[in-house]
């Protein structure tokens, strides 16, 4: 079997998963950044190059995510990590939260997460494959935030699934593990903290660092957890967040 890595990052065009491909392709692994915007897509693997390779998909067709790991195994012939960071956000009063938006948080960013979570561990028991599997969580699972409660579930449910996971299958080889990135410069973030000046006040006062991290800071720690570097840790939730979760 070849030796390079693979890998797949889903939500991989822009962000905190784009820089988490950034940083695996300059540690030669092989990465395949799925997300939904083509356009977006396309010029990061532009950007990535030829160990870059985008798959255009949207995550909520479950019916369609066994054939598209099986198109990824055919291609490659197995699956090292997968990092699940693809997820939608939603800030809205709690009364004001309809039963189709909580359904579509959860459906987005725990049910998608869960079937390819399946689809990629099936394939890395048949191929013998000692994998790593890497979740994205977010400070909304540590604090009572307000506006975001489906987010809060959604996140929340992702923390207790890498437990549950690690648990069941580090015995097989597969370490399953989970960021929890704090404030970081991205588009997605800077739009929400921009246009409310009092909580990006309150973000940055309680972080002790003082300042908002990068999306390579998440990078870094994503390249840790799927190396050998990281080969006896598994279960963890690692906050990478300038102390924010200790902060005052």
């Known amino acids: 079997m070849h030796k390079q890595k ?3 990052v889903t939500g991989g065009g822009s962000g905190i998963g784009l820089a988490i491909a950034e940083k695996f392709i300059r540690e030669d692994i092989h990465t395949i950044i799925v997300g939904r915007d083509a356009g977006k897509l396309g010029a990061a693997a532009e950007k990535l190059g030829a160990l870059c390779q985008a798959i255009t998909f949207d995550l909520n067709n479950f019916a369609e995510i066994p054939a598209l790991v099986s198109r990824i195994i055919d291609q490659h012939g197995k699956i ?12 809205k009063a709690f009364t004001e939260v309809t039963d189709g938006d909580f359904q579509s948080i959860l459906q987005t960013n725990v049910t998608a997460v869960f079937v390819l979570s399946r689809e990629v561990v099936k394939s890395m028991l048949q191929n013998g494959v000692k994998g790593s599997i890497i979740n994205i969580s977010s400070m909304a699972s540590r604090y009572g935030i307000p506006k975001v409660i489906a987010y809060t579930a959604a996140k929340s449910a992702i923390e207790g699934m890498t437990r ?3 648990t ?4 097989e080889g597969i370490r399953i593990n989970c960021i929890a990135p704090g404030f970081i410069a991205t588009d997605m973030s800077a739009k929400a903290l921009d246009s409310d000046p009092e909580r990006k006040a309150k973000a940055l006062g309680r972080t002790p660092m003082g300042a908002l991290g990068q999306p390579s800071d998440i990078g870094d720690a994503a390249a840790f957890l ?16 300038g102390g924010n979760a200790i902060g005052f």
């Open 6 to 8: 693979i890998a797949i």
């Open 80 to 91: 090292d990590i997968l990092v699940n960071n693809a997820g939608i956000n939603m800030k």
């Open 164 to 166: 549950a996971m690690a």
């Open 168 to 171: 069941e299958l580090s015995p």
């Open 226 to 241: 799927a190396s050998d570097a990281a080969k006896y840790i598994t279960g963890v939730v690692l906050p990478v967040d």
